[in-house]
């Protein structure tokens, strides 16, 4: 609209001229209070017509001022529910950060383990393998086979290293593999990843009284993670005619989908806390 009145703002001023001039001699009445001339006898209807023409371009522009300045207001709403939902979100996520810190400073006040905090910056785009990357590296005291804990569990161990920065192999990977013990019964197993958010257990022996649910800690044995953490819980366990172990499997501890905060265990003399 506002570009239409510029383009014809020649043509509108001239027609409200033209009004302007004929009302005033339309209205311009003798001493006898007639309209003298010709003027008397067509004065009337060309003073209303002309009267009509002001009215229609008033109201046309005071519509179309109301509609831009109800224009700018939604707009400004519009901005402003923008930069709250902005806001909202941002609040969301630190109250949300502030929680996950909350529980690894809890974990890390039950345990005697040193501990090196880092974040997840990167992820294995490859079907075949599940590793991640860390903002910790060697500078920070972190070493090749450390493992990587969150409070839920084990989430696997380092095997590639630099100085600012580490990547992970995750407890569902067919290349991890780490001993284990049923805790209820103490069974000796062996976990193994599988690529899908499950791992195997092996080792089984058919005679053990296994049940989903069941706690299942690291053995201690190997050298690499240290006896107790927690690795996950059987999730199925079965016996199946003419095989010496059952099939069994995990599921794990820790929620190897959404890592964002761990915490990698140095071997002992390489910790350097910030």
Not at 48 to 72: K, T, W
Not at 84 to 90: D, H, N, P, Q
Not at 104 to 131: H, I, K, Q
Request: hydrophobic letters at 45%; a negative charge; proline letters at 7%.
């Amino acid at each position: 609209m506002l570009s239409f009145l510029l383009r014809h703002r020649a043509a509108i001023a001239g027609i409200g001229f033209a009004g302007l001039a004929l009302g005033f001699l339309v209205s311009h009445r003798g001493v006898d209070g007639g309209v003298p001339g010709p003027l008397g006898l067509v004065g009337t209807p060309v003073q209303a017509v002309a009267r009509g023409m002001a009215d229609s371009i008033g109201s046309v522009v005071d519509r179309y001022v109301f509609l831009l300045e109800a224009g700018e207001e939604a707009a400004r709403l519009r901005r402003e529910v923008a930069d709250l939902r902005r806001e909202l979100l941002a609040v969301e996520e630190v109250v949300q950060e502030n929680e996950r810190l909350r529980k690894l400073a809890g974990f890390r006040e039950t345990t005697d383990l040193p501990l090196v905090p880092a974040r997840v910056v990167g992820r294995s785009a490859s079907a075949w393998f599940r590793t991640v990357v860390l903002d910790k590296g060697s500078d920070d005291g972190v070493g090749p086979d450390a493992p990587v804990l969150t409070p839920g569990g084990v989430v696997g161990r380092v095997y590639e290293v630099s100085p600012d920065a580490s990547r992970v192999l995750l407890l569902t990977d067919p290349n991890f593999a780490v001993d284990a013990i049923v805790q209820r019964t103490r069974a000796q197993v062996v976990i193994e990843g599988r690529l899908d958010d499950r791992c195997r257990v092996l080792y089984l022996a058919r005679g053990e009284d296994v049940r989903p649910g069941d706690r299942v800690v690291t053995s201690g044995m190997g050298g690499v993670f240290p006896k107790g953490l927690l690795v996950g819980a059987v999730a199925r366990a079965e016996a199946v005619p003419g095989e010496v172990f059952q099939r069994a499997e995990l599921a794990p501890g820790a929620d190897l989908s959404r890592l964002e905060e761990v915490f990698v265990v140095p071997a002992p003399g390489e910790e350097n806390p910030p």
